[in-house]
């Protein structure tokens, strides 16, 4: 960790926390998606799947980054302007986020390895990612529907984690704008 805090987050950091957003609202209801093809049409159902699988291991080296950005780079302090009570909110709901971030691709790669149906898991068409664990229906029916809550609880969260930053945004804060664009200008504070 760097010995003083950060001002800013670097323009890396910010890229990788928007693709990671993006890929994690593409590929939860990507997931809902895939499941609901029919097996008739099996070439569009495996292509799902696929893209869906590509999405979380992508998602998963994106996290990765991000943490090993976060040791080396730091983290800004959070706007002053921000209550405590909010931010040991904001605090918490970070780490409960990032710990999804890491479990729902690990979760949704057991279901993969674990499935009746061996569909292989080519991560972007190209590269195939063996699957460690042998095929278990009873492993299955317990993976998937945790799979599944993790995914949905990730999305609620990474929602009310937007929401929470418009917020503060609307409120004159400068939480949102040193995401989006780096910014650390302070607009007049709105009353409430």
């Given at each position: 960790?760097?010995?003083?805090?950060?001002?800013?987050?670097?323009?890396?950091?910010?890229?990788?926390?928007?693709?990671?957003?993006?890929?994690?609202?593409?590929a939860?209801?990507?997931?809902?998606?895939?499941?609901?093809?029919?097996?008739?049409?099996?070439?569009?159902?495996?292509?799902?799947?696929?893209?869906?699988?590509s999405l979380?291991?992508?998602?998963?080296?994106?996290?990765?980054?991000?943490?090993?950005?976060?040791?080396?780079?730091?983290?800004?302090?959070?706007?002053?302007?921000v209550?405590?009570?909010?931010?040991?909110?904001?605090?918490?709901?970070?780490?409960?986020?990032?710990?999804?971030?890491?479990?729902?691709?690990?979760?949704?790669?057991?279901?993969?390895?674990?499935a009746?149906?061996?569909?292989?898991?080519?991560?972007?068409?190209?590269?195939?990612?063996?699957?460690?664990?042998?095929?278990?229906?009873?492993?299955?029916?317990?993976?998937?529907?945790?799979?599944?809550?993790?995914?949905?609880?990730?999305?609620?969260?990474?929602?009310?984690?937007?929401?929470a930053?418009?917020?503060?945004?609307?409120?004159?804060?400068?939480?949102?704008?040193?995401?989006?664009?780096?910014?650390?200008?302070?607009?007049?504070?709105?009353?409430?």
């Open positions: 960790m760097p010995a003083e805090p950060v001002a800013e987050w670097t323009p890396a950091q910010r890229r990788l926390h928007w693709w990671t957003a993006a890929l994690v609202f593409l939860a209801p990507l997931g809902f998606l895939m499941v609901g093809v029919p097996l008739s049409e099996l070439l569009a159902k495996f292509l799902l799947y696929q893209l869906h699988k979380g291991i992508t998602v998963l080296l994106l996290v990765a980054a991000r943490l090993v950005l976060r040791a080396i780079e730091g983290r800004p302090p959070m706007d002053a302007a209550p405590q009570r909010q931010q040991k909110l904001a605090a918490s709901m970070h780490a409960l986020l990032y710990l999804l971030l890491i479990a729902t691709p690990v979760l949704g790669y057991l279901v993969a390895a674990t009746p149906a061996q569909v292989p898991t080519l991560y972007l068409l190209l590269i195939n990612v063996p699957h460690l664990l042998p095929t278990d229906a009873a492993r299955f029916a317990v993976l998937m529907p945790i799979h599944r809550a993790a995914a949905i609880l990730l999305v609620a969260l990474a929602a009310g984690h937007a929401a930053a418009l917020q503060h945004h609307l409120h004159g804060r400068v939480t949102l704008a040193r995401m989006w664009r780096g910014v650390a200008n302070r607009r007049p504070a709105q009353p409430r």
